[in-house]
């Protein structure tokens, strides 16, 4: 694919490589009270670069909190409670030269099947354990977990875990952490939590910074992430590899643009040297560019942009935002888009209890925005016939391809680490037909669907407890089918917000 996307990415990677390298401690997409929190400080001003990227580097939200305390910056009163909670949070998280250990335990019945930000059980049964130490040169942060009967016959799994070094403002390292590019609460076109982390080197920035050069200054704080990942080997082209790259800019404090691109490439009976690398990277993919065929097509790409604006209204912040993916190029620009669209609010009670709210549209079909869409299209490719999956599910947004369904949702957080959330969906899924493949419903669905989650911190640890109701309606026979699920889960050292 070939686009603009390429120019900004290439021009970002050219300056990435002129600079050291950092690895740090990070927070891992899952926890909606830790975002909603970062969030809320965000709109404020209190954090000045991207939030739509994670895993977020603890020092870049440490070294923005510091520096509005230690220049006396003025927050509304409302707001300080958070600011404290999550300074005092970053302070821990980031401290150098201790060990830490945790532990986990969850037990679900009929555990989701459509994932948004929250970090839910995937499994009716599992059990963690994990050891985290940060230096001032390295990073570890392990974590392993045992699965009962697992979908996809991984019983043991490393998810979570990150092994780095230090080495200036850059993070390099091993890592199976999960990943969460975009500003939708329940979903994300490009890459989200819906599957396992992808095990891959990555780098990434650490701390935030607004660059330099009076030239590109305008830019803003700004944050990138890289990958280079390994997918599994049961697959239509096993081996395959995925690689990614994200650019995330702020230019003005209410206003956050991210530019996004991955790419399946090589694997079993596929081209996979460097010159096939420079292929893809360079955009040099498509048949019928010159000299490429079925037999040395580099490789099946997405990429696009989305944007998160937010204004005061009402004396509270209030944001827009949205997503669009192409599947394909069309004059040097994505094209054949999938899309969502959100907005969503936030407030403080005079009692110090925060909330947000969010309604969010996703139409997961190419050229979603066009009144003739293209289905069978999104998260599909004729090579890689496992489609834009890990582990049999898709690595972009949790409702596969071909779906059509608006999410509303809150988030309420006392000051005490107490948090409540809640989830409704209605819309259709997999509209195009039957399809085996299709990781959400093999034929069309009217779904419909409400999701609750209540956390609280002990002095044993954190306990969260979920409960949901979905119903669905096959469209061709009209069988109507509902299902409850529910999950209870521990983890220790208490998850304070």
């Given at each position: 694919?070939?686009?603009?996307?390429?120019?900004?990415?290439?021009?970002?990677?050219?300056?990435?490589?002129?600079?050291?390298?950092?690895?740090?401690?990070?927070?891992?997409?899952?926890?909606?009270?830790?975002?909603?929190?970062?969030?809320?400080?965000?709109?404020?001003?209190?954090?000045?670069?991207?939030?739509?990227?994670?895993?977020?580097?603890?020092?870049?939200?440490?070294?923005?909190?510091?520096?509005?305390?230690?220049?006396?910056?003025?927050?509304?009163?409302?707001?300080?409670?958070?600011?404290?909670?999550?300074?005092?949070?970053?302070?821990?998280?980031?401290?150098?030269?201790?060990?830490?250990?945790?532990?986990?335990?969850?037990?679900?019945?009929?555990?989701?099947?459509?994932?948004?930000?929250?970090?839910?059980?995937?499994?009716?049964?599992?059990?963690?354990?994990?050891?985290?130490?940060?230096?001032?040169?390295?990073?570890?942060?392990?974590?392993?977990?045992?699965?009962?009967?697992?979908?996809?016959?991984?019983?043991?799994?490393?998810?979570?875990?990150?092994?780095?070094?230090?080495?200036?403002?850059?993070?390099?390292?091993?890592?199976?952490?999960?990943?969460?590019?975009?500003?939708?609460?329940?979903?994300?076109?490009?890459?989200?939590?819906?599957?396992?982390?992808?095990?891959?080197?990555?780098?990434?920035?650490?701390?935030?910074?607004?660059?330099?050069?009076?030239?590109?200054?305008?830019?803003?704080?700004?944050?990138?992430?890289?990958?280079?990942?390994?997918?599994?080997?049961?697959?239509?082209?096993?081996?395959?590899?995925?690689?990614?790259?994200?650019?995330?800019?702020?230019?003005?404090?209410?206003?956050?643009?991210?530019?996004?691109?991955?790419?399946?490439?090589?694997?079993?009976?596929?081209?996979?040297?460097?010159?096939?690398?420079?292929?893809?990277?360079?955009?040099?993919?498509?048949?019928?560019?010159?000299?490429?065929?079925?037999?040395?097509?580099?490789?099946?790409?997405?990429?696009?942009?989305?944007?998160?604006?937010?204004?005061?209204?009402?004396?509270?912040?209030?944001?827009?935002?949205?997503?669009?993916?192409?599947?394909?190029?069309?004059?040097?620009?994505?094209?054949?888009?999938?899309?969502?669209?959100?907005?969503?609010?936030?407030?403080?009670?005079?009692?110090?209890?925060?909330?947000?709210?969010?309604?969010?549209?996703?139409?997961?079909?190419?050229?979603?925005?066009?009144?003739?869409?293209?289905?069978?299209?999104?998260?599909?490719?004729?090579?890689?016939?496992s489609g834009y999956t890990y582990y049999g599910r898709v690595i972009g947004?949790?409702?596969?391809?071909?779906?059509?369904?608006?999410?509303?949702?809150?988030?309420?957080?006392?000051?005490?680490?107490?948090?409540?959330?809640?989830?409704?969906?209605?819309?259709?899924?997999?509209?195009?037909?039957?399809?085996?493949?299709?990781?959400?419903?093999v034929n069309p669905e009217d779904l419909a669907s409400i999701d609750l989650?209540?956390?609280?911190?002990?002095?044993?640890?954190?306990?969260?407890i979920g409960a949901g109701y979905e119903r669905r309606e096959e469209l061709?026979?009209?069988?109507?089918?509902?299902?409850?699920?529910?999950?209870?889960?521990?983890?220790?050292?208490?998850?304070?917000?």
């Open positions: 694919m070939k686009c603009i996307v390429h120019r900004w990415l290439i021009a970002a990677t050219a300056c990435l490589l002129a600079q050291p390298l950092l690895a740090a401690p990070q927070a891992q997409p899952g926890d909606v009270g830790l975002r909603h929190d970062i969030q809320v400080l965000a709109d404020y001003g209190a954090i000045s670069g991207p939030v739509t990227t994670w895993p977020i580097s603890w020092d870049a939200v440490l070294a923005d909190l510091e520096y509005v305390r230690a220049n006396d910056i003025v927050l509304p009163n409302n707001v300080m409670p958070t600011f404290e909670r999550v300074l005092a949070r970053a302070q821990r998280e980031a401290r150098r030269g201790q060990a830490s250990f945790g532990a986990s335990l969850a037990i679900a019945e009929e555990p989701a099947n459509i994932r948004g930000f929250s970090d839910t059980p995937r499994a009716r049964g599992e059990l963690g354990a994990g050891v985290a130490w940060f230096s001032e040169r390295f990073t570890l942060d392990l974590n392993i977990s045992a699965v009962d009967k697992p979908a996809d016959g991984k019983d043991v799994r490393p998810d979570g875990s990150q092994l780095g070094v230090d080495v200036g403002n850059w993070s390099v390292a091993a890592s199976t952490m999960g990943r969460w590019w975009g500003p939708g609460w329940d979903g994300n076109l490009i890459l989200s939590n819906n599957a396992r982390p992808i095990p891959a080197f990555v780098i990434g920035r650490n701390r935030t910074t607004a660059p330099t050069p009076k030239w590109i200054s305008w830019l803003g704080p700004w944050d990138m992430s890289i990958i280079w990942g390994q997918l599994e080997s049961e697959r239509a082209v096993p081996d395959a590899r995925f690689f990614g790259m994200r650019l995330n800019i702020r230019p003005l404090r209410g206003l956050e643009i991210g530019l996004s691109r991955t790419a399946q490439w090589c694997g079993q009976g596929r081209p996979c040297g460097a010159d096939t690398f420079w292929d893809l990277f360079l955009g040099k993919d498509n048949v019928g560019d010159a000299g490429t065929n079925l037999e040395n097509e580099p490789g099946n790409q997405m990429a696009g942009f989305d944007a998160r604006w937010t204004n005061m209204w009402f004396g509270t912040p209030v944001s827009l935002y949205g997503q669009m993916i192409g599947e394909d190029e069309a004059g040097g620009f994505p094209s054949r888009y999938l899309a969502q669209f959100g907005i969503e609010g936030s407030g403080i009670t005079r009692g110090q209890t925060s909330y947000r709210w969010f309604v969010e549209g996703a139409a997961t079909s190419c050229d979603a925005v066009k009144g003739t869409v293209l289905y069978g299209c999104a998260y599909r490719q004729g090579i890689y016939q947004h949790g409702l596969d391809n071909d779906a059509r369904v608006v999410s509303a949702g809150a988030v309420v957080g006392a000051a005490d680490g107490r948090s409540w959330q809640v989830v409704g969906r209605i819309g259709e899924l997999n509209r195009v037909g039957s399809d085996p493949n299709h990781s959400v419903a989650q209540y956390s609280f911190p002990s002095k044993i640890g954190t306990f969260d061709a026979s009209g069988i109507e089918s509902s299902d409850t699920r529910g999950f209870l889960r521990w983890t220790s050292p208490p998850r304070s917000r």
